[in-house]
């Protein structure tokens, strides 16, 4: 069974940066694509950034609002996803979840809440 | 960044059927991209409910049901059920884009 856990949420001012994680069980991150969708609140998903598998060249890509500010990475080893969130904005504040990826999101985490506000 | 336009909220009653239309355009659904549909009940993190179009992975009942056709796509579900009370959300890919793009969201109510 595919596990995906995020955590690293909190309050963080504007202009700041968190770096948000993803555990993964029952799957090798290498070895899929991954990607991070958000939610702020009451609203509806919005896809951040995927980031490919090994073998299709591990390439990131990134939706326009975060494209420059926002990071997709994985540590192999510790079979984990990252976001790292630079400059953020007040905009930016939203229930961040990581998922597999392959034209569907598959596998879902719980999310974890990032609030940006002064 | 919605490119793809549900309506807000649909209602039924238990045991009716009804359907959400999801309208996109040449560059996501009407290019041939797939569509899929996701359930997210309230406080929880969405699921998969239909894949490529009209496909429902294991544990979907199969009053869930999906169809696409030129630049939009629907799902419906029959024989409905209080527990189907959710916000359902559609999704492909845009081209113009050149990411993932998700639908507005309806917000189903079982009367």
């Known amino acids: 069974e595919v596990q995906l856990v995020e955590s690293g949420g909190g309050l963080v001012k504007p202009g700041g940066s968190l770096r948000l994680s993803c555990a993964a069980s029952?799957?090798?991150?290498?070895?899929?694509?991954m990607t991070w969708v958000r939610q702020a609140p009451g609203k509806g998903l919005e896809w951040v950034g995927r980031?490919?598998?090994?073998?299709?060249?591990?390439?990131?890509d990134y939706a326009a609002p975060v494209k420059g500010r926002f990071t997709v990475s994985r540590d192999d080893s510790k079979n984990m996803l990252y976001l790292q969130m630079n400059s953020l904005k007040t905009e930016d504040t939203a229930v961040y979840y990581c998922t597999t990826v392959a034209g569907k999101f598959g596998n879902w985490g719980q999310g974890t809440l990032v609030t940006v506000s002064s | 960044q919605s490119v793809l336009t549900q309506p807000p909220s649909v209602s039924g009653a238990p045991g009716q059927r009804v359907t959400i239309s999801c309208t996109g355009s040449t560059s996501s659904i009407g290019a041939g991209y797939d569509v899929h549909w996701y359930q997210q009940l309230p406080g929880t993190a969405p699921k998969l409910l239909i894949y490529a179009n009209n496909n429902r992975p294991s544990g979907v009942p199969a009053r869930f049901s999906g169809s696409k056709s030129g630049t939009s796509a629907s799902l419906a579900i029959s024989g409905l059920q209080a527990e189907d009370e959710a916000d359902y959300y559609c999704q492909s890919y845009d081209s113009s884009l050149s990411g993932y793009v998700f639908g507005t969201g309806t917000k189903v109510t079982v009367l």
């Open positions: 980031i490919k598998s090994r073998t299709d060249g591990g390439t990131t």
């Open positions: 029952g799957i090798t991150v290498s070895n899929v694509w």
